[in-house]
C-alpha cells in the first residue's frame, strides 16, 4: 500500500511592517535673536512672569521702555533677547536666516496629547515670513557680566519664562541651554542667574541641569528712592 502524501507545509505567517506614522503629536520649536518688531510680545511675557512671581505691583515696563533699551547695541554685546517660536508644522529651510553672530535652533518633539493653546491669537509670530500657527511660547533675557575671580566675561539670566501651556515639556531647558551654548561658543566663564527661594519646582530644575544654587550669598539692590537718593548725594 502506497504511504500517504506529507502534508503541505505551512504557509509563513505575513510578516508585519512598522507604522511609518509617528506615535504622538509633532510639535516643531525654533529659538531665535528676538528683534525690535517682538516687542509687544516680550512685553505682554514680562507681565505674565511678573504675575506668576507675584510681583506684578512691581512690574512698570512699557512697550515704550523696552524699545527704547533693549535694541540699542548688537546682540551679546549688551541686552539680547531669546524667544522661543512653536508651531504643528516644521519650519521651512528658508526660514532659518541668521545674522553671523547667531543661528536660530529648530528642534522637533513628540507630545502625547496636543497642547490647547487658549492665548494663540495674542501670541502669533511678528515673523511675517512664518506660517499662520506659529506662536511665542515664551523667552529669555541675557546680558554680559564679568567675573574677576575667573578674569573673564559671562552672562547674567535676567528673565527667563515659558507660558503656562508649554510648561513642563523642556522648552524652559531649551532656552537655558542656548544661552549656555552661547556662552561657551564665545569662549566665557559661565552663566548665572537668581532664583526666588519659594520657587522648589524652579531649584530642582536648575539643580538638575548641573548648577549650583548659592545658599551663601544675597541679592542687593538699589532702586527707587533709595537709588534716586545718589542723584545728589551729601558731602
Same mark, same amino acid.
Given at each position: 500500500?502506497?504511504?500517504?502524501? *506529507?502534508? !503541505?507545509?505551512?504557509?509563513?505567517?505575513?510578516? $508585519? /511592517?512598522?507604522? +511609518?506614522?509617528?506615535?504622538?503629536?509633532? @510639535?516643531?520649536?525654533?529659538?531665535?535673536?528676538?528683534?525690535?518688531?517682538?516687542?509687544?510680545?516680550?512685553?505682554?511675557?514680562?507681565?505674565?512672569?511678573?504675575?506668576?512671581?507675584?510681583?506684578?505691583?512691581?512690574?512698570?515696563?512699557?512697550?515704550?521702555?523696552?524699545?527704547?533699551?533693549?535694541?540699542?547695541?548688537?546682540?551679546?554685546?549688551?541686552?539680547?533677547?531669546?524667544?522661543?517660536?512653536?508651531?504643528?508644522? *516644521?519650519? !521651512?529651510?528658508?526660514?532659518?536666516?541668521?545674522? $553671523? /553672530?547667531?543661528? +536660530?535652533?529648530?528642534?522637533?518633539?513628540? @507630545?502625547?496629547?496636543?497642547?490647547?493653546?487658549?492665548?494663540?491669537?495674542?501670541?502669533?509670530?511678528?515673523?511675517?515670513?512664518?506660517?499662520?500657527?506659529?506662536?511665542?511660547?515664551?523667552?529669555?533675557?541675557?546680558?554680559?557680566?564679568?567675573?574677576?575671580?575667573?578674569?573673564?566675561?559671562?552672562?547674567?539670566?535676567?528673565?527667563?519664562?515659558?507660558?503656562?501651556?508649554?510648561?513642563?515639556?523642556?522648552?524652559?531647558?531649551?532656552?537655558?541651554?542656548?544661552?549656555?551654548?552661547?556662552?561657551?561658543?564665545?569662549?566665557?566663564?559661565?552663566?548665572?542667574?537668581?532664583?526666588?527661594?519659594?520657587?522648589?519646582?524652579?531649584?530642582?530644575?536648575?539643580?538638575?541641569?548641573?548648577?549650583?544654587?548659592?545658599?551663601?550669598?544675597?541679592?542687593?539692590?538699589?532702586?527707587?528712592?533709595?537709588?534716586?537718593?545718589?542723584?545728589?548725594?551729601?558731602?
Amino acid at each position: 500500500m502506497a504511504a500517504a502524501a *506529507p502534508p !503541505p507545509a505551512p504557509t509563513p505567517a505575513a510578516t $508585519a /511592517l512598522p507604522d +511609518p506614522t509617528p506615535i504622538g503629536y509633532p @510639535l516643531f520649536t525654533r529659538i531665535r535673536l528676538a528683534t525690535a518688531s517682538d516687542v509687544p510680545h516680550i512685553h505682554k511675557l514680562i507681565h505674565q512672569l511678573a504675575n506668576f512671581k507675584h510681583l506684578a505691583h512691581h512690574c512698570s515696563a512699557t512697550e515704550a521702555s523696552l524699545s527704547s533699551t533693549l535694541f540699542t547695541s548688537p546682540p551679546f554685546q549688551s541686552f539680547t533677547v531669546f524667544i522661543l517660536e512653536l508651531s504643528q508644522t *516644521p519650519f !521651512p529651510p528658508q526660514l532659518h536666516t541668521h545674522s $553671523a /553672530l547667531f543661528s +536660530p535652533i529648530t528642534q522637533t518633539i513628540t @507630545l502625547d496629547l496636543p497642547i490647547d493653546d487658549p492665548e494663540t491669537e495674542t501670541f502669533k509670530s511678528n515673523d511675517k515670513d512664518c506660517g499662520f500657527d506659529v506662536v511665542v511660547g515664551g523667552f529669555v533675557l541675557f546680558f554680559p557680566n564679568y567675573s574677576t575671580f575667573l578674569g573673564k566675561p559671562g552672562f547674567y539670566v535676567e528673565d527667563l519664562f515659558v507660558r503656562e501651556c508649554y510648561r513642563r515639556k523642556g522648552f524652559g531647558k531649551m532656552l537655558l541651554s542656548a544661552v549656555a551654548a552661547q556662552a561657551v561658543k564665545m569662549g566665557y566663564g559661565r552663566v548665572e542667574w537668581a532664583v526666588l527661594d519659594w520657587n522648589v519646582n524652579a531649584i530642582k530644575f536648575y539643580e538638575e541641569m548641573g548648577a549650583k544654587v548659592l545658599q551663601e550669598w544675597r541679592i542687593c539692590r538699589l532702586t527707587d528712592e533709595a537709588l534716586q537718593a545718589y542723584a545728589n548725594p551729601a558731602i
